[in-house]
């Protein structure tokens, strides 16, 4: 791998990737869109935005914020990172990110956030992270043919929380894949979610 971001999303990087949005008053280079009803990959997002704060949990200025104003009206918004390689040498990989959900309306029914994998076609010229429209109505985006074979949820996270916690996911399902990793988050009733301090690391055990 060893390729620079590419804003197409078609070539991968390699492991480990942060991002702590610190100092961003825009979304970093290699950040991408998308959202369920399946408009193709955008450059910026209807409910993402950064925020010029230092409430983050490393009090530097930078983080990342979904907020449903305006109400994302039961659809699921995707905040893509870049299309990275998790090489076959690794035993597992693990996606390390802080958030804060301190909006007390999780019981609403389409209230989410949680993190969703896809893994792009390496054979096809367009493969890419885009984000495809959700077919079967589970509000997850659904494979595109010769480009990714869909978006799947491994981990939800719902729950509101005042203050920011560490958040460690699983990746080893992907050794040997390459993969693009996203933040899904949907909602109706002014819940918002804070993210920061994102890591992806490859693990080799002794």
């Given at each position: 791998?060893?390729?620079?971001?590419?804003?197409?999303?078609?070539?991968?990087?390699?492991?480990?990737?942060?991002?702590?949005?610190?100092?961003?008053?825009?979304?970093?280079?290699?950040?991408?869109?998308?959202?369920?009803?399946?408009?193709?990959?955008?450059?910026?997002?209807?409910?993402?935005?950064?925020?010029?704060?230092?409430?983050?949990?490393?009090?530097?200025?930078?983080?990342?914020?979904?907020?449903?104003?305006?109400?994302?009206?039961?659809?699921?918004?995707?905040?893509?990172?870049?299309?990275?390689?998790?090489?076959?040498?690794?035993?597992?990989?693990?996606?390390?990110?802080?958030?804060?959900?301190?909006?007390n309306y999780q019981w609403w029914s389409t209230s989410y956030h949680g993190i969703h994998v896809a893994v792009p076609d390496k054979t096809s010229i367009d493969r890419s992270c885009e984000v495809g429209e959700d077919i079967d109505g589970d509000n997850i985006a659904d494979a595109i043919s010769g480009v990714n074979d869909g978006y799947n949820e491994v981990a939800s996270l719902i729950g509101d929380s005042s203050s920011w916690n560490e958040q460690l996911i699983d990746l080893s399902a992907y050794v040997g894949d390459w993969v693009c990793v996203a933040f899904a988050f949907r909602s109706e009733n002014r819940q918002m979610w804070y993210v920061d301090s994102i890591s992806v690391e490859g693990v080799i055990l002794p």
């Open positions: 791998a060893n390729q620079p971001f590419d804003v197409g999303c078609s070539t991968t990087i390699d492991l480990p990737y942060s991002e702590n949005f610190n100092g961003a008053l825009n979304m970093p280079s290699g950040i991408q869109f998308g959202t369920s009803n399946g408009d193709g990959i955008q450059d910026s997002g209807q409910q993402w935005e950064t925020m010029w704060s230092t409430s983050g949990p490393d009090l530097q200025q930078g983080i990342i914020r979904a907020d449903d104003g305006p109400s994302s009206q039961g659809v699921t918004q995707y905040l893509v990172m870049p299309m990275m390689e998790i090489d076959g040498d690794l035993d597992s990989a693990v996606l390390k990110f802080s958030e804060m959900s301190p909006d």
